[in-house]
């Protein structure tokens, strides 16, 4: 089946395969989301690999959203389309903070023990990849296990 | 510099300039705990000390300063005939507490709490200990006894000794010793040496720093000593706890090669690690850095509370 091509709206490209749910979910695109979705996985790519790609009408995300999904799909890009054609280009860009995206490891941690808050990390090294709970001051160990 | 309304959780939130802007009006403090002058300046004010866990030290010190200064003090050290035990949230509690008092001091068993509730308060929280997280107040009177024990901070070498894997206390010390230009040991058993994240910290930030488990040749050269307990419970055999104890304590025999100036400090309580007879020796600060406490949680409340020192 194809994938109809959208006139208006946001193509996210070059996700990680296996990742697009995720991707959804994560931008708050699923249940109470009127705009149309297209999730297309495992498409193959020219050098023998697969992505994902996730279709969004009629809704331009913004970049700050976007941003959301660096940690699960580093490689995306965005592309937002207005009458059809590809009016600006995006890139994914690790935020300084990610908000209820990974979670916290500490049994001891106040994240998790019932009360109203989100699991919250700032991010203190992009190269290698390093996480800090806001709250128990933990370093995020083996972040991939971590991603709620 | 204006702490007013400001919430202290974290040492690590607070600035060289700003530690030090916090330990010159504690020092201002001094005559108003113990020497006979009288303050008002909390007057009308209420400080509320939510203690989910008991913390005696922690707790008198802060109902003390509060009191120095004119204020007034609610709250509670036993969580047993609270709503706490009915399941009700730290957030909620903290909306509670909120209501009532003009700034919140907080000891809770969980990391992160104090965070939490300054994210829930519209009054100005203090971090009286929050599980093996932190403890800004502590670490502050710390740097304030190294400071009036020695006329600075800067240029001393500072060995910290003992159980540095376990103990917040040394983690947190270590972090605001960064912004000063010291020298540091980490001395401590081999299971029980600091953690490698503060140690590769401590070296990222370009302090000279030496890690070992001879406390016998440090303690010659040191400036300070700062001792930590060693718990019976890190270990599985008593005879080997037995012989690290024994390697890792200050007695009177050990201070005789130290410097005439050395400086022995100690979180409290103290159990075996030092001697009781190094007591009556000079060198000997803990008492001293205890009863820095009160004048440290004086300079936070007013500073706090009015913006202002005294
Ligand atoms: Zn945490």
Redesign the pocket.
């Known amino acids: 089946m194809k994938v109809r091509r959208i006139k208006n709206g946001t193509v996210i490209d070059h996700i990680t395969s296996g990742m697009a749910l995720r991707v959804v979910d994560i931008l708050g695109l699923g249940s109470h989301n009127e705009s149309i979705l297209s999730i297309v996985m495992n498409v193959p790519t020219g050098n023998g690999g697969t992505k994902d790609i996730v279709k969004v009408e009629n809704r331009e995300l913004k970049k700050s959203e976007v941003d959301r999904i660096a940690l699960i799909a580093p490689e995306a890009t965005i592309n937002l389309i207005r009458f059809s054609k590809v009016t600006n280009k995006l890139t994914v860009e690790l935020p300084e903070e990610v908000h209820a995206i990974v979670e ?1 490891k ?1 049994k001891n ?4 023990q019932h009360e109203p808050v989100e ?1 919250w990390f700032s991010v203190i090294s992009r190269e290698p990849l390093r996480l800090q ?1 806001k ?4 370093e995020a160990e083996d972040i991939a296990s971590c991603l709620i | 510099m204006n702490f007013k309304g400001r919430n202290i959780v974290s040492i690590t939130d607070l600035s060289r300039e700003e530690i030090e802007y916090i330990l010159k009006v504690a020092k201002d403090m001094r005559p108003f705990h113990d020497g006979g002058k009288v303050s008002k300046s909390l007057e009308g004010k209420i400080l509320a000390t939510f203690f989910f866990e008991p913390s005696t030290r922690t707790r008198l010190s802060f109902e003390t300063a509060m009191f120095r200064l004119g204020g007034n003090v609610i709250g509670f050290s036993d969580i047993s005939a609270t709503s706490v035990k009915k399941g009700e949230t730290l957030a909620d509690t903290i909306r509670m507490g909120d209501a009532y008092a003009d700034a919140v001091v907080l000891r809770h068993p969980n ?2 709490s104090a965070r939490l509730a300054a994210q829930f308060s519209t009054k100005p929280v203090i971090n009286g200990g929050d599980g093996a997280g932190q403890h800004p107040t502590q670490t502050l009177l710390d740097l304030f006894t190294i400071q009036s024990e020695k006329g600075n901070i800067d240029g001393n070498h500072i060995a910290l000794v003992g159980d540095l894997k376990y103990g917040r206390t040394v983690h947190s010390l270590a972090e605001a010793l960064m912004h000063f230009d010291v020298k540091l040991t980490f001395v401590a058993p081999k299971q029980l040496q600091m953690p490698k994240e503060v140690v590769e910290h401590v070296r990222a930030s370009g302090l000279e720093l030496d890690v070992c488990d001879d406390l016998g040749k440090v303690a010659d050269v040191a400036d300070i000593l700062y001792v930590t307990r060693i718990q019976k419970e890190r270990f599985v055999d008593v005879e080997e706890y037995r012989k690290v104890a024994n390697i890792f304590r200050v007695d009177m025999e050990l201070l005789e090669s130290t410097k005439d100036d050395l400086v022995i400090m100690h979180p409290l309580p103290r159990v075996d690690e030092i001697a009781p007879e190094v007591d009556k020796s000079q060198k000997a600060a803990y008492f001293r850095q205890a009863n820095n406490g009160v004048l440290v949680r004086m300079a936070l409340l007013q500073l706090v509370l009015t913006g202002v020192g005294l």
């Not at chain 1, 941690?109 to 998790?112: E, F, H, L, M």
């Not at chain 1, 709250?135 to 933990?138: A, F, G, P, T």
């Open positions: 916290c500490n941690c106040i994240t998790n699991h709970c709250y128990c001051e933990r | 990391e992160g």
